[in-house]
Nanobody
């Protein structure tokens, strides 16, 4: 069983920055592909960023490329999402997710086995 706990969400003005963190339980964290997703009211959950088990490969949805950076610390069982130049359209609940089977970054929610409870990010204009 893997437990994921997100933190770092909040309210920020457009152009500002936030850093989300996800703390994971379990000794196998270093073998998981990790991802961040987001969901706005009335919309489907969408992939934002992902990182391979070693941190050697990252992948971003086009809407956040150049603004977001995903990273992980396998010694601390954490994955982070640095979000810069935030826009009102980035407003959503952000979820951390772990895939125990993927070997490359997966972009579909069904590829992930474990999810955090989500953290709200609100960007005001």
């Amino acid at each position: 069983q893997v437990q994921l706990v997100e933190s770092g969400g909040g309210l920020v003005q457009a152009g500002g920055s936030l850093r989300l963190s996800c703390a994971a339980s379990g000794r196998s964290f270093r073998s998981y592909v990790m991802g961040w997703f987001r969901q706005s009211p009335g919309k489907e959950r969408e992939f934002v960023a992902g990182i391979t088990w070693s941190g050697g490969r990252t992948y971003y949805v086009d809407a956040v490329k150049g603004r977001y950076t995903i990273s992980r610390d396998n010694a601390k069982n954490t994955v982070s999402l640095q979000m810069n130049s935030l826009k009102p359209e980035d407003t959503a609940v952000y979820y951390c997710a772990a895939s125990t089977m993927a070997v490359v970054v997966a972009t579909t929610p069904g590829s992930y086995d474990y999810w955090g409870q989500g953290t709200q990010v609100t960007v005001s204009s």
